[in-house]
């Protein structure tokens, strides 16, 4: 071999080491928080709705679950459904004049549409009378640590404090409306309404004014996941389209290099490929075997999400929440085994589970007394919930 052509090769392998190194340190580089609003159900950020969507199944077993990429004019193509749902979640919703009109013909139809913005404009505010506005505090920011209070009408859904959000996220409310068809479904602590159902023909809308309480941080945030799912229940269980056509960087807005460039792997990706079409043309290429396509195991995606609220559960070490959530599971286990009314007289309701649990009577009074204690207490140590853990346990464990 030549000087030269020695020469040549050290500096291609130099070359190809550096630019393999540079694509490790991009894909093993610790990947800062994205606060950005994106409402997309392919993105597990905090502000995306991948958990949301992914909880559907369970609002509606057994039904059809749609993505619409399109513009509803394009989407329905004069086709007017039956018997669904349609789920719009994003910061603001400005449809073009037809499409907004094509949606309001399908729910006049007997369909049902959720739309939760900041702000709606155009024909569908109009055609409902809507306005919507922030609450100007001064000073308020991204810091602000004042918290919104969300309650619903319906006392059958009321929580008796509330679901509390920060101010700075759910500060929007709805000030005009067609009080005359139409129904509050939801408030804020100041009686500010925040939630609503229009009657359409045969259908309705509903309008919920804070969409950052529909996302992924919100879904994982203390009990506020009661919220989406209670909203989302005034839905009937139906056939169910969600939008992604109107989601901010949606595909249909940017270019395709664009896009490929903002989504992390998908950047990742294209380094891999310059590279290896870099090393392709440097060292040459030769078929030697088709390669043989690796089978993934099937992903249970439900025990990844229940593995994502333990480590934010661990991670905050609220043990008096657990406690209180551990109580409430038993009594609805009651409630469902034993056809048990907990919310009677006390001393008859341990009587009756002893007796037909087989658990004796001083084994469930004294579950029952720890589980009283909790609405009382502040917080409690780790030893105290692995007892009240362990009592519950062994009434599992020795029940008929």
């Not at 000030?175 to 023909?201: A, E, M």
């Not at 919100?218 to 799912?229: A, P, Q, V």
């Amino acid at each position: 071999m030549s000087k030269s052509s020695k020469k040549h090769s050290i500096l291609t392998w130099i070359i190809g080491l550096l630019l393999l190194l540079l694509v490790i340190a991009a894909i093993v580089a610790p990947r800062p928080i994205d606060w950005s609003y994106s409402f997309s159900k392919n993105d597990e950020i905090p502000f995306g709705t991948r958990l949301v969507h992914e909880s559907l199944p369970a609002l509606f077993p057994g039904q059809e679950m749609v993505t619409a990429w399109l513009n509803p004019t394009s989407f329905f193509d004069n086709k007017i459904p039956v018997n669904t749902n349609f789920i719009y979640i994003n910061g603001r919703i400005k449809m073009e004049d037809a499409d907004a009109r094509e949606l309001i013909k399908v729910a006049s139809e007997g369909n049902h549409v959720f739309i939760a913005a900041e702000h709606v404009y155009g024909v569908l505010a109009d055609t409902f009378q809507l306005d919507f506005k922030p609450e100007i505090v001064p000073g308020m920011d991204f810091f602000n640590r004042d918290s919104v209070g969300f309650h619903f009408a319906n006392p059958k859904l009321k929580k008796q404090f509330g679901y509390w959000y920060p101010r700075w996220m759910t500060r929007f409310y709805i000030t005009d409306y067609d009080s005359t068809r139409t129904t509050v479904l939801g408030h804020d602590h100041q009686g500010k309404t925040n939630f609503i159902k229009v009657k359409l023909g045969k259908g309705f809308f509903y309008f919920n004014s804070n969409p950052l309480a529909f996302t992924n941080y919100h879904l994982l945030s203390r009990d506020n996941s009661e919220y989406i799912f209670k909203a989302l229940s005034y839905l009937p269980e139906q056939a169910t389209v969600w939008d992604e056509h109107y989601k901010p960087g949606s595909i249909h807005q940017e270019g395709l290099f664009d896009f490929v460039l903002s989504n992390r792997s998908l950047r990742i990706a294209w380094y891999l490929l310059f590279f290896g079409v870099l090393v392709i043309f440097v060292f040459g290429a030769r078929r030697k075997q088709r390669a043989i396509p690796v089978l993934k195991r099937p992903e249970n995606t439900t025990l990844s999400f229940v593995a994502t609220v333990a480590r934010l559960y661990f991670s905050r070490r609220d043990h008096l929440d657990i406690a209180r959530k551990r109580y409430t599971y038993f009594q609805e286990f009651l409630r469902n085994r034993y056809y048990l009314d907990t919310a009677g007289d006390e001393s008859k309701v341990i009587a009756e589970v002893s007796r037909k649990s087989g658990v004796s009577e001083r084994s469930v009074a004294a579950l029952f007394k720890m589980g009283n204690r909790l609405e009382h207490l502040r917080q409690i140590s780790q030893e105290d919930l692995e007892q009240f853990n362990r009592q519950i346990e062994f009434f599992y464990n020795n029940c008929r």
